[in-house]
């Protein structure tokens, strides 16, 4: 069954450096999106991705952030300037446009600790 | 107005029982309606969804109950097993199709 597929899976940064966290998305979906999920929390939404630009995005997803489809197979989140609150695990997730249903698939996550 | 309010924030059942999780909204734009089903250290994964226009959809053991004119809908779980026990998230989709999410349920089955 294909799958969403995260890299890495957990990754440790200090305060104020930048990180990419890596995602493949399913290879014919052609919307993708960025959760976060806060330990003990729920999953929040971040920011969706069509068409090689950013379609929605929440108030989470400020100037210290950006997506990117790099190449034909890659979706990233950078985030420039780590902050301690943005620990968490991050989720990478598409869908197809075809069908209706819009099921959105998740990869299983890049924990990341910012010391 | 994008929240959505999910209960019981735990839940403990034995082998056997109906595991019921309810969830209630506000945003009457919301057209869709999945639940997932999350395991330690896992992604969310799709376990059953549902549209505002059905009152209810049953896939296997696992129920979805949708009452649109009170804005919920809630989960049941039939014969609930000790692999069922996992964390469970309601969810509605806005016109964007970025999902919003519930806190969350814990299931833990006993066996």
């Known amino acids: 069954e294909p799958e969403v597929t995260q890299t890495p899976s957990h990754q440790v940064t200090q305060m104020g450096q930048e990180v990419i966290l890596r995602c493949v998305p399913i290879?014919?979906?052609?919307?993708f999106y960025w959760y976060r999920q806060i330990l003990g929390q729920k999953v929040e939404f971040l920011v969706s991705?069509?068409?090689?630009?950013?379609?929605?995005k929440s108030e989470i997803f400020d100037d210290q952030f950006s997506v990117e489809r790099p190449d034909g197979s890659n979706f990233t989140l950078k985030i420039r300037s780590t902050k301690l609150e943005d620990s968490a695990m991050y989720f990478c997730?598409?869908?197809?446009?075809?069908?209706?249903?819009?099921?959105?698939?998740f990869g299983a996550g890049t924990r990341l600790s910012v010391l | 107005q994008q929240q959505v309010k999910q209960s019981p924030q735990s839940l403990i059942v034995q082998k056997g029982g109906i595991s019921i999780i309810n969830c209630a909204y506000e945003?009457?734009?919301?057209?869709?309606f999945p639940w997932y089903q999350q395991f330690p250290g896992k992604g969310p994964a799709l376990l059953i969804a549902?549209?505002?226009?059905?009152s209810e959809k049953k896939e296997g053991r696992f129920t979805i109950s949708f009452n649109k004119s009170a804005k919920q809908f809630s989960l049941h779980i039939m014969d609930s097993q000790p692999g069922d026990s996992a964390t469970y998230f309601c969810?509605?989709?806005?016109?964007?199709?970025?999902?919003?999410f519930g806190s969350g349920t814990q299931l833990t089955v006993l066996p």
């Open positions: 997730a598409s869908s197809d446009i075809g069908s209706g249903k819009n099921i959105q698939y």
């Open positions: 945003n009457t734009a919301f057209d869709y």
């Open positions: 969810a509605a989709r806005g016109l964007g199709r970025q999902l919003t």
């Open positions: 549902i549209r505002p226009d059905v």
């Open positions: 991705f069509y068409n090689n630009e950013i379609s929605e």
């Open positions: 290879s014919n979906h052609l919307y």
